[in-house]
């Protein structure tokens, strides 16, 4: 078993093992490799023997490098022909009956469940009003993006640009790309599965049409296999909301807001969700969210770099009754 | 990939262009047998066309099926799954009949043959890592993946990245010969 390397308190190690990584010809080599030689660190030679073995790996990176043939690439797709086929494919008359009768039960079993909890539609139908109308006065984040710092913010994910928070909330000035680079702004405080909360923002028309703005509310503590996004979506001027399976819930709605900004609310409760942006209703239904993973919210940027624009997002707001 | 999510099977292949030689080499290298990195490739492929829609932008793509491949060939490794062994003239992937010697590697590398001898006990100790320090090299090295990337898919924080390709390195010093233990 291999001791723990203090590397977090170690910059030349911090340095090493970026060096490490990155190979010979690096910036991050040549900087790691002229300290080693030229100060003289602690275990040098040690580190020296270790960048000699690391210098034969660039060597030898040939090394059981493949490729698919024809072969392997042909039965890939005939697989994958054969299984879009699959969903195509009429059923034997057996498995029609197999299913209609599963059907039956299914619908039996639906409609007992129904008579002997006749409150569940209603209960729907209470937790959409109350999500459409009732009261959220105890605020859980809060931002007005004026320069001030931010509490119960941070930003994430956004590897690629920075955020701009001094005159509404904005994705930095960068060079051009021409890829999507995002920038994420999330919520540290989160709310329960079994409460109703709601995120608030006031979205302003961007002034770059490339521009995407998603407000978003997360599940935490993710598990891979599941779907884990309920979306509200800005691009080329519409509206969308996506749905965690990856669906729209909505066809494109034009949204115009202006400088000053048009409200986009998203409210959720232990199952439903309503969604209204610029006084439109855009989604009210099932969010299909985990009822046992935590939420968070937050307001991600999708951009093509360059100029930043003005700001885009004037203040967010989450809160629970 | 926006396109493939849905379902279209010529956006599919200009995937499966980019990223096949990438996905099926980091497989060889894990699993060192042609006929699993087969089988299992195929698999990658197929999930990443199957599932196209459960991908999230804008995460990164290869980010995504780098994650499938190595919880396919993990789940491979435990179940300890193999394929039936066929003739390798049989087998469809291209290169791995002379990337897989290492002296064949080494000798393109180099006509010096002391470093030729170098590379190719390292390049053979490889195999004789523990898992998990073989896994960051394989990644770190072999598929230029950054930390970041590494501790999205691996699911380990960077800091025990670093230090498992600062160890793994260090016992292929030795494993190759070059460490002080070997040489006493």
């Known amino acids: 078993m291999s001791e723990p390397l203090d590397i977090e308190s170690d910059p030349f190690l911090m340095q090493l093992t970026d060096a490490l990584r990155a190979g010979p010809g690096s910036p991050e080599w040549h900087t790691a490799v002229t300290k080693l030689r030229k100060d003289g660190v602690q275990g040098s030679s040690e580190h020296a023997m270790i960048v000699a073995v690391r210098e034969h790996l660039e060597s030898g990176k040939e090394y059981r490098t493949v490729r698919a043939g024809p072969g392997f690439t042909r039965r890939l797709m005939d697989r994958i022909d054969e299984e879009a086929a699959s969903k195509h494919r009429s059923w034997p008359l057996a498995t029609i009956i197999a299913i209609v009768g599963g059907f039956v039960v299914v619908a039996l079993i639906a409609a007992l469940v129904y008579v002997i909890s006749p409150n569940s539609e209603a209960e729907r139908t209470a937790e959409l009003a109350g999500l459409r109308s009732g009261a959220f006065g105890q605020t859980v984040a809060q931002a007005s993006f004026d320069g001030g710092s931010l509490t119960n913010w941070q930003e994430s994910g956004g590897e690629q640009v920075k955020l701009d928070t001094a005159a509404g909330l904005r994705p930095a000035t960068t060079q051009p790309s021409k890829q999507y680079m995002n920038a994420v702004l999330s919520t540290t405080s989160t709310v329960r599965p079994n409460e109703r909360a709601v995120f608030e923002v006031l979205v302003a028309q961007p002034s770059d049409p490339t521009l995407i703005v998603q407000l978003f509310v997360e599940e935490k503590q993710l598990d891979a296999s599941r779907p884990e996004e309920l979306a509200w979506t800005l691009q080329n001027g519409e509206a969308q909301v996506a749905l965690p399976d ?7 709605t034009k949204f115009s807001a202006g400088k000053e900004g ?7 409760g232990p199952t439903m ?4 942006s610029g006084g439109r209703e855009l989604y009210a239904g099932s969010h299909f969210l985990s009822a046992t993973n935590l939420r968070a919210f937050g307001i991600r940027f999708l951009t093509k770099g360059g100029r930043a624009g003005d700001g885009v997002v004037l203040s967010a707001r989450v809160a629970k009754p | 990939m ?5 379902g279209d099977r010529q956006a599919f292949s200009l995937l499966y262009e980019r990223y096949n030689a990438p996905v099926l080499s980091y497989l060889y290298r894990m699993l060192g047998n042609a006929e699993d990195v087969e089988s299992i490739g195929q698999e990658v492929f197929l999930r990443a066309f199957r599932f196209a829609p459960t991908y999230k932008f804008p995460a990164k793509l290869s980010t995504w099926l780098f994650t499938i491949t190595r919880n396919l060939a993990i789940n491979h490794a435990r179940r300890r799954k193999r394929s039936p062994v066929r003739n390798v003239t049989e087998l469809n992937l291209e290169g791995h009949e002379t990337s897989g010697d290492p002296y064949g590697v080494a000798s393109r590398a180099t006509d010096q043959a002391e470093k030729q001898e170098e590379i190719a006990r390292v390049l ?13 090299i394989m990644m770190g090295i072999f598929q230029d993946m950054s930390y970041a990337e590494m501790e999205q898919i691996t699911k380990t924080k960077a800091v025990t990245l670093r230090s498992r390709m600062f160890h793994g ?3 292929l010093t030795k494993l190759s010969g070059g460490g002080e233990e070997e040489r006493g």
């Open chain 1, 273 to 276: 969700t309503v969604v209204t």
């Open chain 1, 246 to 252: 990856g669906r729209f819930a909505n066809s494109g």
């Open chain 2, 124 to 136: 053979t100790a490889l195999d004789e890592l523990p898992a998990d320090q073989k896994e960051v």
């Open chain 2, 2 to 6: 926006r396109r493939t999510q849905n």
């Open chain 2, 169 to 171: 390195l260090k016992r």
């Open chain 1, 262 to 268: 048009s409200l986009v609310r998203i409210a959720v």
